[in-house]
């Protein structure tokens, strides 16, 4: 369903542990910047409605999602604050052809790949904080479903611009290359570390 080709490796799971604030602080960041793509693809493409009401959804319930995050964070005495940015996303944008309507598939295809990676942290983490923090691994159990269908909107959109069998064998390559993306990790404690 959420067209990974790998698992998370127990290494995120060892940077809950140690570092679940930091975590959460960069999880709100996420949802900002899930909002903003989904702005930025709006305003690119202007010209395909059903791309703009779909982006506006989206805009919408990421910010929503932005302020839950916030709220997790304030109920736990967590300050929100500014943190640099891991590598994942860049790397992934860097994937993204540069012509169109390419360049309008890849970015929506890597925006979905973004989105069913979070479900699959949003589910991990939600199973291994569930013994001790029932609250938050409700409260991310509760994300899932949307990010799954965030994930698959993103998908059907680029279907709008080429082929679907085109979509789905492009999506194969970019999530390949977001498997290792992800293996490689990251040493700062984030959601897509």
């Avoid at 959460?24 to 009401?53: F, G, Q, W």
């Avoid at 304030?74 to 640099?84: M, N, T």
Wanted: charged share 30%.
């Amino acid at each position: 369903m959420l067209h990974l080709q790998s698992e998370s490796a127990k290494r995120w799971l060892a940077q809950v542990d140690q570092s679940l604030d930091e975590i959460l602080i960069d999880h709100a960041h996420c949802e900002r910047k899930a909002a903003s793509t989904a702005m930025n693809l709006m305003n690119a493409y202007t010209d395909n409605r059903p791309l703009c009401v779909e982006m506006t959804r989206i805009v919408e319930e990421e910010l929503e999602h932005f302020h839950m995050v916030l709220d997790v964070l304030d109920a736990r005495g967590i300050p929100f604050r500014r943190l640099a940015s891991g590598p994942y996303g860049r790397k992934l944008n860097q994937l993204v052809r540069p012509s169109e309507p390419l360049r309008a598939v890849d970015r929506l295809l890597v925006a979905s790949l973004i989105e069913a990676r979070s479900c699959e942290r949003f589910r991990l983490l939600a199973d291994h904080v569930r013994q001790r923090d029932s609250e938050l691994a409700d409260f991310y159990a509760g994300l899932f479903e949307s990010e799954a269908r965030h994930h698959t909107t993103y998908v059907q959109i680029a279907e709008h611009f080429q082929p679907r069998d085109d979509v789905r064998q492009r999506l194969d390559e970019l999530s390949a290359q977001e498997a290792e993306i992800i293996a490689g990790g990251c040493d700062l404690p984030r959601m897509h570390s």
